[in-house]
């Protein structure tokens, strides 16, 4: 499957963006979906994940209450709607397909990528 994110930029402390992440290619509803980020200097971070259904959710702990992760089958798109955004957001978010449904928070399980989008939150 091909991810394209799209969405990110620049947003003052306490603001809102939506990322959005659109595939093609085989089956979108066949994967779950999750969505990572990397800070200059940093590894790179769960942010959150999707089952392929949709009625599952997870969370990494630092946005756990503030980001809200959806997906439209029919459109073949992922969302990650982020609240309440906070300076240490700041990094490239990468939108990622996992074809097996063990709800895995490791970056190794995630077969395909998208080529990331800039979010920048500033104080």
């Known amino acids: 499957v091909q991810l394209q994110a799209s969405g990110g930029g620049s947003v003052q402390a306490g603001g809102s963006l939506r990322l959005s992440c659109a595939a093609s290619g085989r089956t979108f509803s066949s994967y779950d979906m999750g969505w990572f980020r990397q800070a200059p200097g940093k590894e790179r971070e769960f942010v959150a994940r999707i089952s392929r259904s949709g009625g599952r959710t997870y969370y990494g702990d630092s946005v756990n209450g503030r980001f809200t992760i959806s997906r439209d089958n029919a459109k073949n798109t992922v969302y990650l709607q982020m609240s309440s955004l906070k300076p240490e957001d700041t990094a490239i978010y990468y939108c990622?397909?996992?074809?097996?449904?063990?709800?895995?928070?490791?970056?190794?399980?995630?077969?395909?990528w998208g080529q990331g989008t800039q979010v920048t939150v500033s104080s």
């Open positions: 990622a397909a996992d074809n097996l449904p063990f709800g895995s928070r490791s970056p190794q399980s995630y077969g395909s």
